[in-house]
């Protein structure tokens, strides 16, 4: 699924240079699970954002199946993007005028899915989050989980290979963070997804199969059999 080789990147902040990721290698299997943790500036997002063709190394290569997204231009990272990979972030990311089901929507529209159609996958999307009963809620409306989860609802709804989650428990409590776990946990197995999941929670990261550890842009990964 991905090799990374040799990925750094690089910001520029003023008259210093920012190495957030520096000489990355890793190999990532076909439905494996991984979960990233280490220190706040550490890269873990960076890295995401680099998994998720939403930027470009400054060196190395992000080969996904076969294709180097380091090489793409913007509008085939796009593509890339938008069809095989999904997103969860901490905050959510909903949009506020928008319906449940219509913010579910949205992940659909640049695969140019026409409307019917698109209206059944998210009501269905939802229904897979237990979200069956609020299509019509604005997110205003929901506790953050149920936002969590209808974030989860858009990520999955075009049936990604890849999901990529960014401290998706960051902003709930310890009730509603096992919930969104087992949500997450069951939608990898049921959709063979390739799952890859930062955390600061040590009790996720405990119980993970493959642990990366991310310190100023440099990694480690366990394998961790007893998980
Ligand atoms: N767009 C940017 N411009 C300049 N510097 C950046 C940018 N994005 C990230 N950085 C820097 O790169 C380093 C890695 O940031 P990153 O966001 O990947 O860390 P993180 O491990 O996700 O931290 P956190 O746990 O706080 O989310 C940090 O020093 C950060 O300040
Ligand atoms: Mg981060």
Redesign the pocket.
């Known amino acids: 699924m991905y090799e990374l080789r040799n990925v750094t990147k690089r910001?520029a902040?003023g008259k210093d240079t920012?190495h957030?990721l520096d000489g990355v290698d890793l190999t990532i299997g076909d439905g494996d699970r991984l979960v990233i943790q280490?220190?706040?500036?550490?890269?873990?997002?960076?890295?995401l954002q680099m998994l998720g063709a939403l930027d470009r190394p400054t060196s190395g290569e992000v080969v996904l199946d076969g294709i180097d997204l380091a090489k793409l231009n913007e509008a085939r990272l796009t593509r890339v993007r938008s069809e095989n990979i999904g997103f969860v972030f901490q905050s959510f990311n909903l949009i506020p005028t928008l319906t449940a089901q219509e913010n579910v929507e949205t992940a659909l529209v640049p695969l140019g899915i026409k409307t019917k159609e698109r209206r059944e996958l998210a009501a269905e999307a939802l229904h897979s989050v237990g979200l069956g009963e609020r299509l019509a809620h604005l997110p205003g409306e929901m506790s953050g989980g149920q936002q969590q989860r209808v974030a989860i609802a858009r990520a999955l709804v075009k049936k990604p290979k890849v999901l990529l989650a960014d401290?998706p428990t960051g902003n709930l409590d310890e009730g509603m963070r096992d919930e969104i776990m087992d949500v997450l946990e069951r939608l990898w197995k049921e959709h063979g997804l390739t799952f890859i999941m930062?955390t600061?929670d040590s009790s996720i990261a405990k119980k993970a199969p493959r642990l990366a550890t991310?310190r100023k842009?440099k990694i480690t990964v366990k394998e961790n059999a007893g998980a």
Do not use: F, M, Q
């Open positions: 910001y902040r920012v957030a280490g220190p706040t500036g550490g890269g873990k997002s960076t890295l401290e930062v600061h991310i842009g």
